[in-house]
Each structure stands twice: as structure tokens, then as C-alpha cells.
């Protein structure tokens, strides 16, 4: 059974820092490419930042420079680290883990974490 398990979400302060983590498992890890995603009420779900198994990254235009996607491959997690908090990064962020094997699309996505980030 894969599960993705996010945490490390909360309340903070427009300028401040979280760091989301997610925790991996039932799946081979290291050969995934992980992505954060999110969602904000009434809008669609949208892409913060993914890392390959080989380390390379990618990130929405509205984070570069801010947040940093990484990946322990060890501990089959992946982390976020969210800096200079603006309002508009309030949301639910979500874990996703996806792979083509064979013509098979392997795609899996955690609960979710709320991210909050208000005065």
C-alpha cells in the first residue's frame, strides 16, 4: 500500500519560514519524481516545485527564489522549505510521487498539509 504523509504545516507570519515534510512509503522511492503541489479555496491545484531522482528541480514562477524542494532518498522524503511567506501562498500543499514504468503512469498524492500564512 503506498502512502504519502505530509506534515509540518501550520499558521505564519506574512516574511516567515515552514518546512514540509513527506514521508514516502510502499514505493521505490528513489526512482520517483516528487512534486509539491497546491490548492487554494476556489482555485485548481497547481504546481509549486518537483526534483527528480537524479536531483534536478523545478519551480512555479511565483516561488522561485523563495522555496527550495529536496530530497532524502535514505529516508524516502521529500521537504519543502518555504521562505519569505507571502498571503498568497496560503494553501493546502499537497505530496505527489510519479513515475512512468513500461507505459504505466504511477501517480500518488498525499492528504495534504494546510499552509496558512496571515498577520
Known amino acids: 500500500q503506498v502512502q504519502l504523509v505530509e506534515s509540518g504545516g501550520g499558521l505564519v507570519q506574512p516574511g516567515g519560514s515552514l518546512r514540509l515534510s513527506c514521508a514516502a512509503s510502499?514505493?521505490?522511492?528513489?526512482?520517483?519524481?516528487m512534486g509539491w503541489y497546491r490548492q487554494a479555496p476556489g482555485k485548481q491545484r497547481e504546481l509549486v516545485a518537483t526534483?527528480?531522482?537524479?536531483?534536478?528541480?523545478n519551480y512555479a514562477d511565483s516561488v522561485k527564489g523563495r522555496f527550495t524542494i529536496s530530497r532524502d532518498n535514505a529516508k524516502n522524503t521529500v521537504y519543502l522549505q518555504m521562505n519569505s511567506l507571502k498571503p498568497e501562498d496560503t494553501a493546502v500543499y499537497y505530496c505527489?510521487?510519479?513515475?512512468?514504468?513500461?507505459?504505466?503512469?504511477?501517480?500518488?498524492w498525499g492528504q495534504g498539509t494546510q499552509v496558512t500564512v496571515s498577520s
Open positions: 526534483i527528480y531522482n537524479g536531483g534536478s528541480t
Open positions: 510502499g514505493i521505490l522511492f528513489s526512482i520517483f519524481r
Open positions: 505527489n510521487a510519479n513515475r512512468v514504468i513500461l507505459d504505466t503512469n504511477y501517480d500518488y
